[in-house]
T-cell receptor
């Protein structure tokens, strides 16, 4: 079965610093990969996705992610963090699972704190 | 505006009192699903629906029911809620391989 690992439960960065959130997945084929962000008290907002093609994908809010097949990774990056980026970030793998179902398997999330 | 809506957003109830959380989407998506989010466990799929009148179990279906009588609506039913169903619930609808989530319903069962 597919799985997603986000090794960092909590990361703290200073405003203006660069950011990289790690995500590793386990799946037999090339999966559909996603990053979602959840601000406090809010729902899940899609930041970016990778299906195929260029392995560096751009998303909203200045985020980007790079798919590395050899490392089974899909790390999220931002060159300069803003205080409003403080939130919880979830990596997810979309796979066809059991007959006609397609579902997302989520990592457990990385909580980002931004210091002024 | 394209969106998934859920109601209520917050609900406190007592053990055994039947409740329904509604979910509606205006994107004409065929696929809809329900997830629950718990600390340390991430999001887990409860039920999904491929189309009207077609529903099936996800990873954690025990204690839940769903129905899909119309394409836009996918209510989640807890016929006899228990404290272990206290959680944050998300409804989602899907176009191709991308899921769009509702704002969430925070449920507390006392």
């Amino acid at each position: 079965a597919q799985s997603v690992t986000q090794p960092d439960i909590h990361i703290t960065v200073s405003e203006g610093a660069s950011l990289e959130l790690r995500c590793n997945y386990s799946y037999g084929a090339t999966p559909y990969l996603f990053w979602y962000v959840q601000s406090p008290g809010q729902g899940l907002q899609l930041l970016l996705k990778y299906f195929s093609g260029d392995t560096l994908v751009q998303g909203i809010k200045g985020f980007e992610a790079e798919f590395k097949r050899s490392q089974s990774s899909f790390n999220l990056r931002k060159p300069s963090v803003h205080w409003s980026d403080a939130a919880e970030y979830f990596c997810a793998v979309g796979v066809n699972s059991g007959g006609s179902n397609y579902k997302l398997t989520f990592g457990k999330g990385t909580l980002l704190t931004v210091n002024p | 505006e394209a969106q998934v809506t859920q109601n209520p957003r917050y609900l406190i109830t007592v053990t055994g009192k039947k409740l329904t959380v509604t979910c509606s989407q205006n994107m004409n998506h065929e696929y809809m699903s329900w997830y629950r989010q718990d600390p340390g466990l991430g999001l887990r799929q409860i039920y999904y629906s491929m189309n009207v009148e077609v529903t099936d179990k996800g990873d954690v279906p025990e204690g839940y029911k769903v129905s899909r009588k119309e394409k836009r609506n996918f209510p989640l039913i807890l016929e006899s809620p228990s404290p272990n169903q206290t959680s944050l619930y998300f409804c989602a609808s899907r176009r191709t391989h991308t899921q769009y989530f509702g704002p969430g319903t925070r449920l507390t069962v006392l």
